[in-house]
């Protein structure tokens, strides 16, 4: 079982930066898949961001491709969610994801093992 926890969301003015922090629990963190999804009201939860176990690889959502970089300390069990040059349309909770299969690269919600509690991202036009 793994234990994902977010942190880093908030207020910010549309054109700012946030960085979102995702820790996880376990020796076997290293091993899995990560991945940020996003829920605004109304809304099906979408996929951001990904990257797979080594780092080696990382994907993105046409929305936020130049804009967002994932990225993954595996010595601190953490991945991380740089986000610049926001938008009011990006404001959403945002959720980390663990995929136990560490190399897929997947996109699909349903291919996601764990899950974080998620952390709100407002961002003010």
């Known amino acids: 079982q793994v234990q994902l926890v977010e942190s880093g969301g908030g207020l910010v003015q549309a054109g700012g930066s946030l960085r979102l922090s995702c820790a996880g629990s376990?020796?076997?963190?290293?091993?899995?898949?990560m991945g940020w999804f996003r829920q605004a009201p109304g809304k099906e939860r979408e996929f951001v961001a990904g990257i797979s176990w080594i780092g080696g690889s990382t994907y993105y959502a046409d929305s936020v491709k130049g804009r967002f970089t994932i990225s993954r300390d595996n010595a601190k069990n953490t991945v991380y969610l740089q986000m610049n040059s926001l938008k009011p349309e990006d404001t959403a909770v945002y959720y980390c994801a663990a995929d136990i299969i560490g190399w897929r690269g997947s996109r699909q919600v349903r291919e996601y093992d764990y899950w974080g509690q998620g952390t709100q991202v407002t961002v003010s036009s």
């Open positions: 376990g020796r076997t963190f290293p091993t899995y898949a």
